[in-house]
């Protein structure tokens, strides 16, 4: 594994809610990133944005870990979820929201 899985790896496995995306979940660099962190932030869900614009190694690295093409991605509990289609798809069907309750990851509206 290079050193660029293993960092992938690690966070992807010790960080409950990881999204490697373009730019920062304070200054998101592409729509697409965007749309998520503003769907991750309506949900009120802790996560840790990692900026693939910042490293080539990483922006390609992410792309072989999970075997999906595009960024954003986003991870929870250690699993791929999907990049922006399906996590807004998930969003307006109340599904990702159960997917982090499930996971025992507090969301806006419930007790933590």
């Not at 807004?88 to 806006?108: P, R, S």
Request: glycine fraction near 10%; charge should be negative; include cysteine.
């Amino acid at each position: 594994m290079s050193a660029i899985e293993q960092f992938i790896d690690n966070e992807v496995k010790s960080n409950d809610v990881v999204l490697f995306m373009k730019g920062t979940p304070d200054f998101p660099q592409c729509g697409f990133s965007g749309k998520v962190v503003q769907i991750l932030d309506y949900v009120g869900v802790d996560y840790k944005g990692h900026n693939v614009l910042a490293s080539a190694d990483l922006r390609q690295g992410i792309k072989d870990y999970s075997n999906w093409p595009t960024v954003p991605q986003l991870y929870v509990k250690g699993e791929f979820v999907g990049g922006c289609d399906i996590i807004t798809e998930m969003f307006q069907a109340g599904e990702l929201q159960q997917l982090l309750t499930e996971n025992g990851i507090a969301v806006k509206g419930e007790a933590a």
